[in-house]
C-alpha cells in the first residue's frame, strides 16, 4: 500500500520524501515552518518506531485500513535523531500496540476454531448417519431383487420383499429423526 502510493508521485515528491527521511522536518533550514512534532498526539507514535499496525498488515485478513493518525517520513528522521539522545518509551507503546493486536487476533482464531469443533461430527452422530446410510443401500439392493422377481414372474417372493422394504423405509425414518441427519434419496433406474 505504501509502495504503491510512493510508484503514484512525481519524481519531485519523491525526492522530497528522500530529503524528509534523511534530513528531517527542518531540512530546509526553517524548524518552526512544520509545527507538527513527533511527540504530538497526532502523530502516530507506532509509525514513528516503524511498527504501525495499519501499514504492516495491509492487504491481509487483519487489514485495519488507513491509520487515523499522521505518518510522516521527515517527523520519523526527527524521532530518530532525538532518539539517540534520549529514550521518548515509544517503543513500549508500538509493543503494547502490537500485543493488543496479537490479542485480537489470537481470539478471532480461537474463535474460528470453536466454531470448526462444532462443525465436526462427534462420533455417535457419525455412527447413526452409517446406520442410516446402510439401511438405505439394504433398501435399494432389496428393491432391485423385488423388481427382478417380478420380472422373473415370481411374485409372491417379490411382494413380500416389497413388504420388507416398507419396514426398512420406517426403520430409516426413525433412525435418520434420531441422527439429525436427512439422506437425500437419488433416484435410478435398475435394468
Known sequence: ?????????????????????????????????????FGDPKVCRAFMTGLCPHTLFTNTKMDLGECPKVHSEALRADFEEANKDKNYGFEKEALEILEDFLRTCERKVEAAKKRLEDQVLDEDSETRANKVHDIAEQIGQKLAKAEQLGNEGEVEESVSLLAEIEKLKVEKRQAEVRSSVFVIPIRGTFS
Open 1 to 37: 500500500n505504501e509502495y504503491k502510493s510512493y510508484l503514484r508521485m512525481t519524481a519531485q515528491e519523491q525526492m522530497r520524501k528522500m530529503l524528509d527521511q534523511l534530513m528531517g522536518s527542518g531540512r530546509d533550514g526553517h524548524p518552526e515552518a512544520n509545527s507538527t512534532h
